[in-house]
T-cell receptor, first 115, second 116 residues
Framework: AQTVTQSQPEMSVQEAETVTLSCTYD???????LFWYKQPPSRQMILVIR??????QNATENRFSVNFQKAAKSFSLKISDSQLGDTAMYFC????????????FGDGTTLTVKP | GAGVSQSPRYKVTKRGQDVALRCDPI?????LYWYRQALGQGPEFLTY????????KSGLPNDRFSAERPEGSISTLTIQRTEQRDSAMYRC??????????????FGPGTRLTVL
């Protein structure tokens, strides 16, 4: 079974600064997908960024980028130029195509962006 | 409305009552998932459907929980004889298809269930 661990329950960052959220996972599979989701106070689940395990290049989406280390089973999220609207809970998630698309989530990191 | 919708958004019930939670997926989406999210934790898989067929119900906690999707569109998650430990956010997600490669799961707003 896959597990996803987020070791930072809470983090804070000053507006315009950069912050990195950590995630590690455990799997025996070679092909899979990793995600970061954002859950703002509205409690909606919003996909932030996706990484395919077979791609060596780290995914980027505007101010959001990942550092994917497959051998270390590490998948961190870097938020550059933090904005007040980035305040949210962030979940790391794992999905295996062989497991019918079910996602396994970490317990989340609450990020607060301070003005 | 192009997104996944769920109803009710909030449900308060007394212990021992049955509840039915509804999910309306994005039109044309083949796969539908149910997750449960306790406060301060990540979503936990419950069950999923492809069309009307329930493909995996390994995440359902016990036999008080059941789900159906009779016409391959709207799904209902039913919890019988609710207990206080059932209190959580119940989320539905849908995707084009689950079994081939990657298809993004789109999440609904969730139903917050409180069992008194």
């Amino acid at each position: 079974a896959q597990t996803v661990t987020q070791s930072q329950p809470e983090m804070s960052v000053q507006e315009a600064e950069t912050v990195t959220l950590s995630c590690t996972y455990d799997t025996s599979e070679s092909n899979y997908y990793l995600f970061w989701y954002k859950q703002p106070p509205s409690r909606q689940m919003i996909l932030v960024i996706r990484q395919e395990a077979y791609k060596q290049q780290n995914a980027t989406e505007n101010r959001f980028s990942v550092n994917f280390q497959k051998a270390a089973k590490s998948f961190s999220l870097k938020i550059s130029d933090s904005q007040l609207g980035d305040t949210a809970m962030y979940f790391c998630a794992f999905m295996s195509p062989t497991n019918a698309g079910k996602s396994t989530f970490g317990d989340g990191t609450t990020l607060t962006v301070k003005p | 409305g192009a997104g996944v919708s769920q109803s009710p958004r909030y449900k308060v019930t007394k212990r021992g009552q049955d509840v039915a939670l509804r999910c309306d997926p994005i039109s044309g989406h083949v796969s539908l998932y149910w997750y449960r999210q306790a406060l301060g934790q990540g979503p936990e898989f419950l069950t999923y459907f492809n069309y009307e067929a329930q493909q995996d119900k390994s995440g359902l906690p016990n036999d008080r929980f059941s789900a159906e999707r009779p016409e391959g569109s709207i799904s209902t998650l039913t919890i019988q004889r609710t207990e206080q430990r059932d209190s959580a956010m119940y989320r539905c997600a849908s995707s084009l298809v689950s079994s081939i490669g990657y298809n993004e799961q789109f999440f609904g707003p969730g139903t917050r269930l409180t069992v008194l």
